[in-house]
């Protein structure tokens, strides 16, 4: 069983940058970032692979948000630059230790493991 704990989240003013980090209590395995915002589906951010040799992102974040990770760290990091008010949401770290295909990785049903969430709010 893995535990996954978010931390970072706050509030910014648009145009502003924070960091999420997501600490694993054991091996990690491939990973990724949803977020919901109220009245909305949970929906894909990104996703990084065990290695970090490979990151996918919604096109929404793309060029704004980075996601990384250090293996000795057991820690998965999404900087996000150039917030927007729509950006703002509950930020959820998942985790997974099947093979990603281009469907799960994009999906929160191919998750196992998942945090319990850090709010995200940018100001106008």
């Known amino acids: 069983q893995v535990q996954l704990v978010e931390s970072g989240g706050g509030l910014v003013q648009a145009g502003g940058s924070l960091r999420l980090s997501c600490a694993a209590s054991?091996?990690?395995?491939?990973s990724g970032w949803f977020r919901q915002a109220p009245g909305k589906e949970r929906e894909f951010v990104a996703h990084?692979?065990?290695?970090?040799?490979?990151?996918y992102y919604a096109d929404s974040v793309k060029g704004r948000f980075t996601i990384s990770r250090d293996n000795a760290k057991n820690t998965v990091y999404l900087q996000m630059n150039s917030l927007k008010p729509e950006d703002t949401a509950v930020y959820y770290c998942?985790?997974?230790?099947?093979?990603?295909?281009?469907?799960?990785?994009?999906?929160?049903?191919?998750?196992?493991?998942w945090g319990q969430g850090t709010q995200v709010t940018v100001s106008s």
């Open positions: 998942a985790a997974d230790r099947t093979v990603a295909t281009a469907s799960s990785l994009r999906s929160q049903y191919g998750y196992a493991y």
């Open positions: 054991g091996r990690t395995y491939r």
């Open positions: 990084i692979s065990w290695s970090g040799g490979s990151t």
